[in-house]
């Protein structure tokens, strides 16, 4: 992890050499996978400065996938605070994502809390519902599952 980020810092530096979108997404990966957030977060503010057409919602996909797994849901969900700042707005897409990370890992509970509190923000999609289902599932919660098919239906 340390070694690719030495290589990608060299590499910024070499004269005609510009990173592409897909070089910084695997670096964010690779440094998010090693929680090193701060670094990730600086790599981002790097890329609205000098490259801010680099910056795509997949960016901050990642990073809530990230923060999702290593349990960290509010930071998870300040991310999609945060992307206005680096002028990229959620959309149901983004906020899915979000949903989907948080229900695979673990924490179905506050993303049911979330997909209540921006329903009229983020219009419900089957994506999001099929996520809520898993996550209740996954955890044996059926009274809560079925709360979820009926919410579907009545959507």
Same mark, same amino acid.
């Given at each position: 992890?340390?070694?690719?980020?030495?290589?990608?810092?060299?590499? !910024?530096?070499? /004269?005609?050499?510009?990173?592409?979108?897909?070089?910084?997404?695997?670096?964010?990966? #690779?440094?998010?996978?090693?929680?090193?957030?701060?670094?990730?977060?600086? $790599?981002?503010?790097?890329?609205?400065?000098?490259?801010?057409?680099?910056?795509?919602? /997949?960016?901050?996909?990642? $990073?809530?996938?990230?923060?999702?797994?290593?349990? @960290?849901?509010?930071?998870?969900?300040?991310?999609?605070?945060? @992307?206005?700042?680096?002028?990229? =707005?959620?959309?149901?897409?983004?906020?899915?994502?979000?949903?989907?990370? $948080?229900?695979?890992?673990?924490?179905?509970? =506050?993303?049911? !809390?979330?997909? =209540?509190?921006?329903?009229?923000?983020?219009?419900?999609?089957?994506?999001?519902?099929? !996520?809520?289902?898993?996550?209740?599932?996954?955890?044996?919660?059926? #009274?809560?599952?079925?709360?979820?098919?009926?919410? @579907?239906?009545?959507?």
């Amino acid at each position: 992890g340390n070694l690719a980020y030495r290589f990608f810092s060299w590499a !910024s530096k070499q /004269q005609s050499y510009r990173h592409s979108p897909d070089v910084y997404r695997a670096m964010i990966k #690779v440094l998010s996978k090693m929680r090193q957030f701060g670094a990730v977060w600086g $790599l981002i503010e790097e890329m609205r400065v000098g490259n801010p057409e680099l910056i795509s919602p /997949q960016v901050f996909v990642i $990073l809530m996938r990230r923060f999702a797994s290593a349990r @960290m849901v509010h930071k998870a969900i300040e991310v999609l605070d945060e @992307m206005p700042k680096y002028g990229c =707005e959620p959309d149901e897409y983004v906020f899915g994502c979000l949903l989907d990370a $948080l229900c695979k890992n673990g924490s179905v509970k =506050e993303a049911a !809390s979330l997909f =209540e509190d921006m329903r009229y923000r983020f219009p419900p999609t089957v994506k999001h519902f099929t !996520s809520l289902l898993y996550g209740w599932c996954k955890e044996g919660k059926l #009274v809560e599952a079925k709360h979820v098919l009926v919410q @579907m239906k009545d959507a």
